[in-house]
């Protein structure tokens, strides 16, 4: 019987927005006991880490409302991580910070937070749902690729909203310490008023400095400053 949690309503309209299990059923049909779905968020931004989540759900929990985190609310998505965090079998979570993206580029930190975040399953996933179409490299366990997976997958549903809550929390800790940057409104994407502060402050110690914007935006203030 699959079951719900007591403390999370279930209605027809969050049933219409909630990830399906299709993926995951294939999979647990054909014996794959633990299932897990990966997810990354934040490869976009001029600053800060690029999170990953790790999510292996038991096979008789359905979590209405799940759904990728770019269409929830950030209230929604904080009662759902909450939810999941409690009712998953195993979550992992990867942190890769800004000095490692500037050595070894986005993508391929990205990947490292999703091995890291598999990793640190305590029980390791017998198969591996990931999010977009790329392979996590070095992980010698059954994985695919799924585009659009964060809409397609529960497990990598739930693993893109915890990696979302969590670097969402992380660079509202970094506003506390960079208040001119605003980083609780934009969580270091790329807004006006974001690329603002870059060209009258200079980046910070969080900053992606091999990101071209904040390349250029750092040449403006070095210019800005030798005109004085």
């Known amino acids: 019987m699959v079951k719900t949690p007591d403390n999370l309503s279930y209605g027809s309209h969050l049933s219409q927005l909630t990830c399906g299990l299709a993926l995951e059923n294939r999979l647990w049909k054909q014996g794959f006991g633990m299932v897990a779905g990966v997810d990354e968020v934040g ?15 038991p096979q008789d929990l359905f979590l209405p409302g799940v759904n990728d985190s770019k269409r929830l609310t950030p209230k929604r998505r904080e009662t759902l991580f909450d939810q999941i965090m409690e009712n998953a079998q195993e979550v992992g979570i990867g942190i ?15 990947l490292k937070a999703m091995w890291e975040a598999v990793n640190k399953l305590n029980n390791p996933p017998e198969f591996i749902l990931v999010d977009g179409n790329q392979r996590i490299p070095n992980l010698l366990l059954p ?50 008023t974001h690329v603002e502060a870059l060209k009258t402050f200079g980046p910070c110690q969080i900053h992606r400095k091999s990101f071209k914007l904040v390349r250029m935006c750092e040449a403006n203030q070095i210019d800005l400053e030798m005109s004085r």
């Open 43 to 57: 490869r976009g931004p001029l600053a800060g880490p690029v999170v990953a989540a790790c999510v292996v759900l």
């Open 143 to 192: 994985q695919m690729p799924v585009v659009k997976g964060d809409c397609l997958s529960l497990s990598i549903a739930a693993a893109s909203i915890v990696a979302k809550v969590t670097r969402d929390r992380i660079m509202l800790k970094y506003h506390r310490k960079y208040p001119e940057f605003c980083f609780a409104e934009h969580k270091g994407y790329a807004t006006k």
């Open 96 to 110: 890769v910070g800004e000095r490692t993206i500037d050595r070894m580029n986005i993508l391929n930190a990205s």
